[in-house]
């Protein structure tokens, strides 16, 4: 391989990652906070994306694909917000089997909810017009949007980091990570929290449907191909660690990119088998943390 088309990978293995990271990072916060494993996480990934082609449908022009990015998100954070309150709220505390299960039948019902709006015909959605064509990187060709994908994960990486390191909100969720009895009864309404908490995580999947229905193909099922993919990148990096979701992103992300090139039929069971080392290394993911 030459070095233009291995250069060429990697920033193509990065686009991948800065989905996986903005998606994955919802579903690790979620967890982190509420010790809820989110099955149906994907589910929010995937109604961001068929509610972007809606979005930007009906705002015709340059500013539909920017109005697509604010809208759906806000529309998937409020669908999630219902999920939260109607359902998950019930098992905070119970064994992780009852979530699984509980998060499993939101997902079939997401899935039958997207079915019944949009059908079974693929859907597509053109990138916005300041990120089409491609630029010249060192002699690679490489698509414009690739690079705003990156960019923006790095943008919304560090208004994570903003948010959980210089906000009284981030402070809150930090503290729900490590004692949540304790911050009720410093006087923080914690069912509040966690609403909000979950619709954060929510918006967050949403947002990484948007940014990658240009460069895919919008199918029923891509929520649950997400969802896998976004559960390596967080083992990888441990639950609840935004460093380790960024770190397990990339991993993931260049690992692929790179597998499908050499060994195309196996590239997915390359991250698997790194997943599995980084687990017998370390069972709690690389920046992960032991439950008390």
Do not use: C
């Not at 193509?12 to 149906?40: K, P, Q, W």
């Not at 948007?210 to 029923?220: D, G, I, K, N, R």
């Not at 597998?259 to 991250?271: C, D, E, K, L, T």
Request: charged share 10%; proline share 3%.
């Amino acid at each position: 391989m030459s070095t233009n088309a291995l250069l060429l990978q990697i920033l193509t293995g990065l686009s991948r990652a800065a989905i996986l990271f903005i998606v994955a990072a919802g579903l690790s916060l979620v967890f982190g906070a509420m010790r809820i494993v989110n099955i149906a996480h994907g589910s929010f990934y995937m109604l961001g994306a068929f509610l972007a082609v809606t979005v930007a449908g009906a705002v015709a022009g340059p500013f539909g694909f920017v109005a697509a990015l604010v809208v759906a998100p806000l529309i998937v954070a409020v669908v999630g917000g219902v999920i939260e309150v109607s359902a998950l709220r019930r098992l905070y505390g119970k064994e992780h089997l009852l979530q699984l299960l509980a998060t499993f039948a939101v997902l079939l019902v997401l899935h039958d909810a997207v079915r019944w709006f949009y059908g079974e015909r693929p859907r597509s959605l053109r990138a916005p017009e300041f990120a089409r064509g491609s630029v010249d990187l060192a002699g690679t060709i490489y698509p414009r949007y690739g690079l705003f994908i990156i960019v923006a994960a790095l943008l919304i990486a560090g208004g994570l980091w903003a948010l959980m390191s210089r906000t009284g909100l981030g402070r809150d969720i930090r503290a729900a990570v490590s004692d949540p009895e304790m911050l009720g009864m410093v006087g923080v309404d914690v069912r509040r929290l966690f609403t909000i908490v979950f619709m954060l995580g929510a918006a967050l999947g949403g947002i990484g449907g948007v940014l990658a229905a240009p460069q895919t193909t919008l199918l029923l099922g891509m929520d649950v191909d997400i969802i896998v993919q976004s559960f390596a990148v967080v083992i990888i990096g441990g639950l609840g660690s935004l460093l380790g979701t960024a770190v397990g992103a990339v991993l993931v992300g260049v690992t692929f990119a790179l597998g499908i090139v050499w060994f195309p039929s196996a590239a997915m069971a390359i991250v698997f088998l790194v997943m599995v080392a980084v687990l017998v290394v370390r069972p709690t993911g690389l920046f992960g943390i032991p439950e008390a």
